[in-house]
């Protein structure tokens, strides 16, 4: 999946820098309708930073028309003279200098893991099994993400083309079925881990927004995959999963954007993903920011 986000040379959390990971000190903006945002989300959750790393979460649909948050501009203003980006999320920003620490997926999850959570962050990034969990990253990503968009993009017009990338997809979902078709967690083990945050981010996006572009022998032949489906219903009702699924906000953001035609999978969803209750208008640990109409 794309990780969209600015990487700045920024002051990681670390006590050799004086920028060390205080509780409160910084802070998390996203939108968990964005793939990397989510991955994000899901991770701070599992790793319970709610208190020592406050999370402020975004609306669903950007409200600039670069695709960036108006209430972030202050921020990226303040870490590039004259920015004249997006002001995308999602951010770790510092609160004591007022400034972005990171705005890039892979380097906000790394810092969470390893400079926030201590030895959490070894439990849910074991090191014995980080070059595992890197290859499984490279299968959702090359083998399912950058697959499905190929072939739902190459399909459309009945050309075959678009059966080599659908063979790629399927030979992924293929090898993620036979993990899983033996233990709980694709690393095995008792509990989730980095590894099962990306596969379950994936198999969301591949359901809610790929679909959408593939023809039903092909979103048949994905369904086909009984453990790997069971497995992604079953994390959907995990609290640090299930929290900020937002299945109506990931096709608002979707459809808000995307310029290709729907096929025939479109009216065939495989999980039925719950719908999110309506936010409290206070947590101690997760605030939400509205931006400016």
Request: contains cysteine.
């Amino acid at each position: 999946m794309p990780t969209s986000g600015h990487r700045w040379a920024h002051r990681r959390p670390d006590t050799r820098s004086g920028h060390y990971a205080a509780p409160r000190r910084y802070r998390l903006l996203l939108s968990p309708s964005d793939p990397g945002c989510l991955l994000v989300a899901v991770t701070h959750g599992l790793l319970g930073l709610g208190d020592a790393l406050p999370l402020t979460v975004l609306p669903a649909l950007p409200d600039t028309p670069d695709g960036g948050y108006a209430a972030l501009r202050p921020l990226y203003e303040a870490a590039a003279h004259r920015f004249t980006g997006p002001a995308a999320a999602p951010v770790l920003s510092d609160g004591w200098t007022g400034r972005i620490v990171s705005a890039h997926a892979p380097d906000i999850l790394e810092d969470l893991v390893l400079r926030f959570a201590g030895d959490r962050g070894d439990a849910l990034h074991p090191p014995a099994a980080r070059a595992e969990s890197r290859a499984v990253a490279v299968l959702c990503e090359l083998g399912v993400h950058e697959a499905a968009q190929h072939a739902g993009e190459l399909g459309l017009d009945g050309d075959a083309a678009h059966r080599a990338p659908l063979n790629t997809l399927l030979g992924a979902l293929d090898a993620l079925e036979r993990r899983l078709a033996g233990q709980e967690y694709v690393l095995g083990g008792d509990t989730p881990t980095l590894a099962d945050v990306r596969v379950w981010v994936t198999l969301l996006y591949l359901d809610t927004v790929h679909r959408w572009h593939l023809d039903a022998d092909a979103v048949h032949r994905i369904a086909a995959h009984p453990s790997l489906w069971s497995y992604a219903r079953r994390l959907a009702a995990h609290p640090a999963f299930g929290a900020h699924l937002d299945v109506a906000g990931i096709a608002a953001r979707h459809h808000a954007r995307c310029r290709g035609r729907e096929a025939a999978g479109a009216a065939m969803p495989i999980v039925q993903w719950p719908v999110r209750p309506p936010r409290p208008p206070s947590r101690p640990a997760t605030t939400t920011l509205n931006t400016p109409a």
